[in-house]
């Protein structure tokens, strides 16, 4: 496999939580490559530990052991302030219950992102540029119409499409998605994983999470997590 | 950036928050109006006791006195930073009026009326010889006679509203002071049925100095007067030197050079007759002078700023809470800040300036109900005694015209700062809680 190809690398992660007086293994030495432009499910039962490692690939977590590299940058050498921007630039999550902030509406959250990587000084000389970015993605999600609602305004599949606008706002290398379908109807889910389709032929890197075999038969490639492994 | 408007929003959408700052503002408010009419009401009364002694005080507590003031008044006088002296004569005694059976102890104060009201507000504080001091002891209907000045509370009566009711002149009423005279060994003068010295004199004027235990108590007359009442022996004597320095001239400094000169007249006179008196003269500014009645106001300013600090824990706790609740409220928003790449300083600065803005608000909102409320307090209270008969202090009893209420910027500044920095320290704990969040915590959760 060509190295240059390869944006996001795995290897042995293992990662245990502390459950009262026991200690619960949920990853198991996970060895995974995502290549650039890749669509890849990682599947599971509930508990398999893939929402786990999904937040370690993103940075949001570290592994107990292991080693996870980002177009060959180890993250575990990251310090806060690099994991910081890396979370900030590299990575978009979409999450199961979208998560997006009550105050703010369908334009301030996807703006969200770029807010924060900018002191208010620069954030003043370049909030008209970050703004057509947002309505541009809010044209792309289809939510040209709702860019002043609040979250509680939009019904559950236009709420994804805002939590992917955020996720994408910062034009992102990788996209990681926890059951981005997992609260939608099948025909809202089906919408949104046409999204991620689009995205990908555009050339995003997706990695989503699913324990549906049907959304996961959407991705170009499917990995399957089993008692904290990827089954062979 | 995104700080600032997660603050407004959570500010004007967070009806938890709206508590916090009326919390704030309350607590603000008590203590403006409270240290606002606290700190009116110590300063006043130091302003009055300032002005009743002038700037130093040679003098003693015994009442047999000290001899050779004038010389010493004298070498005062000569200096370059004493602007007036006044010899004072104090003593207690029994005033009667003829034509009543009343008899009552007073203060009597015997002073050259021009010495005095060049060193203090005595001037000032007369009715019908207002800064005519040289004519202080003339009744106006018979300036022949030997006058006194009466404390005003002992001359008048006030109404419920503080006001005195004045006569166009004074009243002719003649009084009666008994005194016992002492001598330089503060052995009663005389033996006998003739132990004491009595004098008639009429009523010529009252002083009203604001101090109620003075206007109460205090009987002026004629320095000479005094002396023949109060003192008996070949040198005369008085007990107090009051002095006023020149302007410029700081109390700690005036006060050691008068120290230092009379320690030099105290040698100086070391073998002359009845010296031993000297020993007993102390050199004290004002407020050593009248510390028996300032100090216990001043320690209950100090118990009152104890209790305000109890009134910035409440501040700190109520603060705590909101700020908990409202971190307990928005752990999925620190997780969805986290994961955008928000870092921990961030949240921290986050919550520490919404802290910031409250406890600004609050203290703007505490500030200005504080201001307004004290600059209508007298014509609240007016009305309230007007309409309900209620007086927070009754005039008939307290020496106070008006209610205080003077706002000090620098007092305003220091509770506006302490508000804020209550803030900041009851959203610390939550603040860093909120920084510590792990988002994998947080975000694994549904919709709360």
């Not at chain 1, 599971?44 to 690939?57: D, E, F, N, P, V």
Request: charged residues 20%; aromatic residues 8%; hydrophobic residues 45%.
């Amino acid at each position: 496999m060509d190295k240059s190809q390869v944006i996001l690398k795995a290897a042995g992660v293992r990662k245990s939580y502390r459950m009262g007086a026991t200690r619960v293994e949920v990853l198991r030495g996970v060895d995974l490559t995502v290549r650039k432009g890749e669509f890849v499910a990682i599947i599971g039962a509930s508990g398999s530990g893939k929402s786990t490692l999904l937040h370690i690939l993103g940075g949001l977590d570290r592994p107990d052991k292991g080693i996870v590299e980002f177009e060959g940058r180890d993250l575990n050498r990251m310090g806060a302030r690099q994991l910081n921007r890396y979370r900030n630039e590299m990575v978009g999550f979409v999450f199961q219950f979208y998560h997006l902030l009550d105050e703010l509406n369908v334009l301030e959250n996807i703006i969200l992102p770029t807010m924060v990587s900018h002191s208010v000084i620069s954030w003043f000389l370049m909030r008209q540029m970050a703004r057509r970015r947002a309505t541009e993605l809010l044209g792309q999600l289809g939510l040209k119409e709702r860019v002043r609602h609040k979250p509680y305004q939009l019904s559950g599949g236009e709420r994804q499409r805002a939590a992917i606008g955020r996720a994408l706002m910062n034009q992102p290398r990788l996209l990681l998605a926890d059951e981005p379908t997992g609260n939608l109807d099948s025909v809202t889910g089906n919408g949104i994983l046409s999204v991620f389709e689009q995205l990908n032929r555009a050339g995003q890197t997706i990695v989503m999470v699913t324990h549906d075999e049907r959304i996961a038969a959407r991705a170009q490639r499917t990995i399957v997590l089993e008692d904290g492994k990827i089954r062979a | 950036m995104y700080k600032l408007t997660l603050i407004i929003r959570y500010l004007l959408r967070r009806r938890i928050t709206h508590f916090a700052v009326l919390a704030v503002a309350l607590c603000v408010f008590i203590v403006v109006v409270v240290m606002t009419i606290m700190t009116g009401l110590v300063e006043d009364f130091k302003q009055k006791n300032h002005q009743f002694v002038g700037d130093c005080v040679v003098g003693t507590d015994s009442l047999v006195g000290f001899p050779y003031y004038e010389e010493f008044m004298e070498t005062l006088r000569g200096t370059d930073f004493v602007q007036a002296v006044s010899p004072v004569v104090k003593s207690y005694g029994l005033l009667s009026v003829r034509g009543d059976s009343m008899r009552r102890g007073v203060e009597i104060m015997g002073i050259d009326p021009v010495l005095h009201g060049e060193t203090t507000s005595f001037a000032k504080t007369l009715h019908y010889r207002a800064n005519q001091p040289d004519r202080a002891f003339e009744p106006i209907y018979d300036p022949n006679a030997l006058g006194c000045v009466l404390g005003i509370d002992l001359a008048l009566l006030r109404n419920t509203q503080g006001q005195y009711a004045y006569d166009a002149q004074p009243p002719q009423v003649a009084i009666t002071l008994t005194c016992f005279p002492l001598t330089a060994r503060g052995a009663p003068a005389k033996v006998g049925a003739g132990l004491v010295e009595s004098q008639h004199f009429y009523y010529s004027d009252h002083a009203h100095s604001g101090i109620a235990h003075v206007d109460g108590s205090q009987v002026y007359i004629p320095l000479e007067q005094a002396q023949k009442l109060c003192m008996a022996g070949t040198l005369k004597r008085v007990n107090a030197i009051q002095i006023k320095f020149r302007s410029g001239v700081s109390l700690s400094q005036g006060r050691a050079r008068v120290a230092q000169l009379w320690q030099e007249f105290k040698r100086a006179k070391a073998d002359a007759q009845d010296s031993f008196l000297l020993d007993a003269v102390l050199v004290q500014d004002w407020k050593e002078y009248r510390r028996a009645y300032i100090a216990p106001m001043e320690k209950e300013q100090v118990l009152l700023s104890l209790m305000f600090i109890l009134v910035g824990v409440t501040t700190v706790f109520i603060v705590f809470v909101v700020f908990y609740m409202i971190v307990s409220h928005k752990r999925k928003d620190v997780g969805v800040l986290k994961s955008v790449g928000t870092s921990n300083v961030s949240i921290m600065a986050l919550f520490a300036g919404f802290a910031f803005v409250i406890g600004c608000l609050g203290s703007g909102i505490g500030v200005v109900a504080a201001w307004l409320f004290l600059s209508r307090i007298n014509w609240i209270e007016g009305l309230l005694f007007e309409r309900f008969g209620f007086q927070l202090w009754d005039r008939s009893i307290y020496a106070i015209g008006d209610i205080p209420n003077h706002v000090e910027f620098h007092v305003l500044a220091i509770i506006i700062g302490c508000a804020i920095l209550s803030c900041l320290v009851g959203a610390l704990f939550p603040a860093f809680s909120a920084a510590r969040l792990r988002p994998v915590e947080t975000l694994h959760t549904g919709p709360v």
